[in-house]
């Protein structure tokens, strides 16, 4: 990155394509920004696939780091088997399966490839970005998939990670629509498909960028 660049980390999407169109043209990273999305980017809401078609075209505007989330995990994993489908389709899946028309054959291998390529997490000097926790005193490549998918921060966040850095996390929602401060963790998840807000965090200025499920009521405001 150089001098000037700015780095955004943005919250669980799930399937609401108005609400991330909105937000990243809200923000509008140029070239040089990188944008880090933390993955659950599928089920529960209306439009899955479109969000997937929206992150490969933008992908193409700035860098853009895709992280996995358990969503992921649970659409990858639905390939495997019967039982693995069905639990994916109660956990939100259903909704992503009607996006494609009814059937995982409606899937463009495009949609595929994006979904393995997605990242258990990713670190620059200043930060790294996790999906859902992470145990403070392991490396980021040696998180067991527990942490890095599936564990929410209740019944309170883990300490600062043994490498010092500021942690950016996605997965626990936070129902007030505000990104939660806990010092060393912003936890950015705002529940967009629950009626919250998307939002989109700057890292270094710790500004925050959101709008609501439908795309509408652009704000911004700074944590500290």
């Excluded at 994006?114 to 790294?128: I, M, V």
Aim: charged share 20%; proline share 6%.
């Amino acid at each position: 990155m150089t001098a000037g660049s700015r780095i955004f980390a943005i919250g669980d999407v799930h399937g609401c394509c108005d609400a991330l169109a909105a937000l990243l043209a809200q923000i509008a990273p140029r070239a040089e920004d990188m944008v880090v999305m933390l993955g659950d980017y599928v089920d529960r809401g209306p439009d899955s696939a479109g969000v997937i078609d929206l992150l490969i075209e933008w992908s193409g505007r700035t860098q853009m780091i895709f992280l996995r989330g358990n969503h992921e995990v649970m659409m990858l994993n639905s390939r495997t088997s019967s039982e693995q489908r069905h639990f994916w389709r109660e956990c939100g899946g259903a909704e992503t399966m009607e996006s494609y028309g009814g059937s995982l054959n409606n899937v463009p291998q495009s949609h595929w490839d994006f979904l393995l390529a997605t990242a258990p997490y990713f670190e620059t000097d200043k930060f790294f970005f996790v999906h859902a926790n992470y145990q403070y005193d392991l490396p980021l490549k040696d998180q067991p998939p527990l942490f890095l998918y599936w564990e929410h921060l209740r019944p309170a966040p883990p300490p600062q990670h043994e490498n010092g850095k500021q942690a950016f996390v996605g997965h626990t929602p936070q129902k007030d629509g505000l990104p939660g401060d806990f010092g060393h963790l912003i936890a950015a998840d705002t529940f967009c498909v629950g009626g919250g807000k998307l939002t989109a965090v700057e890292c270094n200025l710790l500004e925050c960028f959101q709008v609501d499920r439908d795309g509408t009521e652009p704000s911004n405001f700074w944590l500290r």
